[in-house]
Structure formats: C-alpha cells, structure tokens
C-alpha cells in the first residue's frame, strides 16, 4: 500500500528536503504540493500532511488535517508548550490522528538537548545562544525553546535558573526562566550552545547543523513514524525511542554539585 503524502510549504528549503525523501522512500509518493496560495483542501485525499511553512500558518494546516482525520509531520518551528497544549485538546475529538512535532529533525541537535537537560541538573546559572540564517522568520528558534522547556522540566525542584538583570532587553528572551539570545546572519545555518556556569567552571554543549542534509535521516523516520501514529508525539527523541526524560541527577549526584 502506498503513504499519499501532501506537503504544505512544498516550494520552501524544507519543503524541497521532504519531497526528496518522499520520492526517494519505498511505499510513499506525493499525493499534493501546498503553498501560500494554494486551498488546505488541497491536502484531502492524503494520508499524511507534511507541514514546513510558517510559524503563523502551521496551526491552521494542522487543524484542517485534524478535522480531516489526516495525520501530520509538522517540522515548522513555534510549536511552544501552550500551542501543544491546544493541540492534544483537539485530539481528544480526534483520537485515530497522530501528530508528530519535530522541534529539529538533525541527530546531533536532539542529542546536544538530551545532554542540556542532563547539565541542566547540575548548574543553576544557564544561558543559551541559537544563530541562523538571515532569512530565518521567526525567534528565538523552535530548538531552543524546546531546549530550555525540557531543561527546566527536568530540573523539578531544583526550580528556575538564576538570570541576574533578566529585565534588560540585552539579556534574552526568557524561556522557561532560561535566557535565549538569538543571532540571525550571513554566513550561518543554524548554531546553538547551551551554556551552563557552575563554580570555577563552564560547560558548552555545542551544535552546528553545516548542511540541511542533516534533517534527512530525521525527516525519515519521522514520517515513517507518523503513518501509524495516534496522539501526539514531540521530538525526534520519542520517534527514536530515546527516552531523555527519564535521565535525572541522583540524590547523591545532586548533593555533589
Ligand atoms: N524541524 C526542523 O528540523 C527544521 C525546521 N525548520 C522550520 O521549518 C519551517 C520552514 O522552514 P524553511 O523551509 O526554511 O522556510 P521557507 O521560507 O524556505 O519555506 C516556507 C514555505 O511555507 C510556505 N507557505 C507560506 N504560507 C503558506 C500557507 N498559507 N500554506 C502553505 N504553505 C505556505 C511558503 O510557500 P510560498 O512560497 O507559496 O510562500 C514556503 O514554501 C520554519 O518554521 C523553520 O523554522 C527549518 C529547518 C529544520
Ligand atoms: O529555520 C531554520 O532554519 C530552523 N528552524 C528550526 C528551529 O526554529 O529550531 C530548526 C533548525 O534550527 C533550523
């Protein structure tokens, strides 16, 4: 049987990578190419909507799926902890869609978030800094709130950061009592650093993405994963069945810091 897959935001960056994976995947084709002048309804008859537009426009294409009974792989970033709240409340009158929300389909930027919210357990002084390119829309990125609202979920009672002078507007974006502070320019694809200040020492957890080809093997398994999907599910961490949110400091580890 063959995935019919619609693609909502076709003509863009990630657009291009999702219709290459679909072409190139066993089983799957394109059933419909969207884009902003394109209806929704285009999307009907698909199996699977594949959303990467716009932070303003992926509510929207995801609830006409939901309605619809089509499940979706959203990879637009702005999908924030109060919009996914929304949105598990609309699967209730929709229990046999699934929604896949992947903040960053690359591995090593799901891992370097998997590792923040291990460190974030043990420092109360954290920082983090994304930079993208020029035409990135919309900040700070989906990455790094994802990031900061799984450190500070992680670190339970050990309570929010320490962000001195947290008002002035050059101190960042708070997420989650984390100060982002995002860079858009020339020359970048998409940087972040987690930084994490202890006594008499700092921890960087870096991740550069060089290349968009480092979505790819993400964007795979997320779609595979979303053909047979019910709910929701957020992060490519999930699909790959890497747990992080079960990984907590000891006791005794705590008491060490
Ligand atoms: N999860 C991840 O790993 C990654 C996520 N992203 C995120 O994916 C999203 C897309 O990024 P990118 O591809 O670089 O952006 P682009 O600007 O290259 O593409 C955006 C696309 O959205 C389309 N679009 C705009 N409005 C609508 C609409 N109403 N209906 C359907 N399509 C519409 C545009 O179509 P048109 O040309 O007709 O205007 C365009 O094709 C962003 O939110 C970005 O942050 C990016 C990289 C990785
Ligand atoms: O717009 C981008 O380029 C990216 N957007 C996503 C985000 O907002 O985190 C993922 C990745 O950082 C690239």
Redesign the pocket.
Known sequence: MTTRVAIAGASG?MGRLARSIVNELDGFAIHAELGSQTPLSDMLGADVVIDVTTPAVSPAVVSFAVENGINVLVGT??WSADRLAQLRTQLVTQPNVGIVVI????IG?VLGTALSTIAGQFFDSIEII?A??AG?I?SP????V?TAELIAAARGDRGPVEAPFADQIARGEQVASIPIHSLRMAGV??K?EVILGGTGEVLTITHD?ISPEAYSTGMRAALKAVTTATGLTVGLDQVLGLDFSKVRATPDAEARS
């Open positions: 960056r970033s702005g903040p960053n389909f690359s930027s994304e993208h390119h990135k919309d990125s989906g990455t790094a994802r694809l998409a972040q993405t």
